[in-house]
Nanobody, 123 residues
Framework: QVQLVESGGGLVQAGGSLRLSCAGS????????MGWFRHTPGKSREFVAAIEWRAAIPSYSSSVKGRFTISRDNAKNTVYLQMNSLKPEDTAVYYC????????????????WGQGTQVTVSP
C-alpha cells in the first residue's frame, strides 16, 4: 500500500518555527516531484512548495518564499518543510504530495497524498 505520512505539525506562536516531515512507503518516490500544499476551511487547497527529484530546483508560493524551505532525502523516501517566521495566516492543514512526470503547483497533477497535519499559529 502506497502511503505518505506527514508529521511535525502543532501549535506555535507567531514568529516561531516548525519542521514538517513526510515519509513515503509502499514505493520509492525518489524519481517523483514532491510538493506541500495547505488547506483552510472555506478556501481551495493552496500550493506551498515543491521540489523536483534531484532536489536542484525548489519552488515556493510568494506567500512563503524566504520563510519556508523544502528539502528531501531520497535515501529515506522523505520530504521536509522547514517553516520559519510563522504567521497566523499560515494556520492550515498541511499536506504532502507526490507527482509522477510532473513538477509544478497544480494540485490536480499530484498522484499521491498524505492525510495532512495541522499547523496552528497563534498571534
Amino acid at each position: 500500500q502506497v502511503q505518505l505520512v506527514e508529521s511535525g505539525g502543532g501549535l506555535v506562536q507567531a514568529g516561531g518555527s516548525l519542521r514538517l516531515s513526510c515519509a513515503g512507503s509502499g514505493r520509492t518516490f525518489s524519481n517523483d516531484a514532491m510538493g506541500w500544499f495547505r488547506h483552510t476551511p472555506g478556501k481551495s487547497r493552496e500550493f506551498v512548495a515543491a521540489i523536483e527529484w534531484r532536489a536542484a530546483i525548489p519552488s515556493y508560493s510568494s506567500s512563503v518564499k524566504g520563510r519556508f524551505t523544502i528539502s528531501r532525502d531520497n535515501a529515506k523516501n522523505t520530504v521536509y518543510l522547514q517553516m520559519n517566521s510563522l504567521k497566523p495566516e499560515d494556520t492550515a492543514v498541511y499536506y504532502c504530495a507526490a507527482a509522477r512526470g510532473y513538477y509544478g503547483d497544480s494540485a490536480s497533477e499530484y498522484d499521491y497524498w498524505g492525510q495532512g497535519t495541522q499547523v496552528t499559529v497563534s498571534p
